[in-house]
């Protein structure tokens, strides 16, 4: 098991991957293949969320700005505003 000071913890295949798929739309908003990417990471608390992003952002010369905005958003508005597939 391999430790990132201030980082995440490299334990993991799917972390990888994750963290790997990442790192492919970043190289695709350089390059301009991608004009507006949008990734969502989810997981229950505590499982590295906020960790795998600060670590994308910085190995991606991105900077990375946390945003919680959880209690001025009312849930209901968002599930109702998502357009039907």
């Known amino acids: 098991m391999a430790f990132k000071l201030n980082g995440i913890i490299d334990c993991v295949e799917r972390h990888k991957r994750i ?3 990442a790192l492919l739309l970043v190289e695709q908003i350089i ?5 507006l990417v949008t990734y969502l990471l989810e ?6 969320k906020t960790s795998m992003a600060a670590t994308i952002g910085i190995e991606s010369d991105f ?3 946390k945003i919680v905005s959880y209690d001025i ?4 508005k968002i599930i109702t505003s998502v357009p039907s597939c």
């Open 43 to 48: 997981g229950p608390t505590g499982s590295g």
């Open 73 to 76: 958003i009312d849930e209901s």
């Open 19 to 21: 963290q790997e798929r």
């Open 31 to 35: 390059d301009n293949q991608s004009p």
């Open 63 to 65: 900077p990375y700005v």
